[in-house]
Antibody, heavy 119, light 110 residues
Framework: QVQLVESGGGVVQPGGSLRLSCAAS????????MHWVRQAPGKGLEWVAF????????YYADSVKGRFTISRDNSKNTLYLQMNSLRAEDTAVYYC????????????WGQGTLVTVSS | QSVLTQPPSVSAAPGQKVTISCSGS????????VSWYQQLPGTAPKLLIY???KRPSGIPDRFSGSKSGTSATLGITGLQTGDEADYYC???????????FGGGTKLTVL
């Protein structure tokens, strides 16, 4: 069965950096695009970034462009999100999600990892 | 302010039917596939509908999706207390080159 397990969350000061990881299993990771989606406390879903199956194309929300970098290591079945210049408004639960592959839809989600940006 | 507009809340009695709307524009819903997600309290979102009206395996046929022009609708029949959750629509926005979600709709089963 598909499993996505995020890690790397924690408390970081404004202006700091953090790298999130998402370990994937139960499917051919190298054949699917992957997303990061976040949810601030008590708020709705906000898409963060998408990377194609081979890493050839990456897309970002305007709110994180230039500060966050999505990447993947298909040999390790792992997705990453490098987050720099963190702000208080980046505080959220960060989910990784698998793309459906045929149409744009997020068909499996991890349990999420909490990132708190605070001094 | 979300690119896709959903009602903040809807409610209905057990056994009844409810619909949740999602309004967008030609740059998103009008020219791209819509998906719907259910988020039960304290859990990760789950895909309910993709490609406007298709259900992943394991999703009961009480859940349905439709799209017309720049709007989409999620329908839920035979409401159960276990359906109480937040529901989100999502699609690609070609102008933004970004995936966009609606603001979410909280369903209460009275």
């Amino acid at each position: 069965q598909v499993q996505l397990v995020e890690s790397g969350g924690g408390v970081v000061q404004p202006g700091g950096s953090l790298r999130l990881s998402c370990a994937a299993s139960g499917f051919t990771f190298s054949s699917y695009g992957m997303h990061w989606v976040r949810q601030a406390p008590g708020k709705g879903l906000e898409w963060v970034a998408f990377i194609r199956y081979d890493g050839s194309n990456k897309y970002y929300a305007d709110s994180v462009k230039g500060r966050f970098t999505i990447s993947r290591d298909n040999s390790k079945n792992t997705l990453y999100l490098q987050m720099n210049s963190l702000r208080a408004e980046d505080t959220a639960v960060y989910y990784c999600a698998k793309d459906h592959g045929i149409v744009l839809a997020l068909d499996y989600w991890g349990q999420g990892t909490l990132v708190t940006v605070s001094s | 302010q979300s690119v896709l507009t959903q009602p903040p809340s809807v409610s209905a009695a057990p056994g009844q039917k409810v619909t949740i709307s999602c309004s967008g524009s030609s740059s998103n819903i009008g020219n791209n596939y819509v998906s719907w997600y259910q988020q039960l309290p304290g859990t990760a979102p789950k895909l309910l509908i993709y490609d406007n009206n298709k259900r992943p395996s394991g999703i009961p046929d009480r859940f349905s999706g439709s799209k017309s022009g720049t709007s989409a609708t999620l329908g839920i029949t035979g409401l159960q207390t276990g359906d109480e959750a937040d529901y989100y629509c999502g699609t690609w926005d070609s102008s933004l080159s970004a995936l966009v979600f609606g603001g979410g709709t909280k369903l209460t089963v009275l």
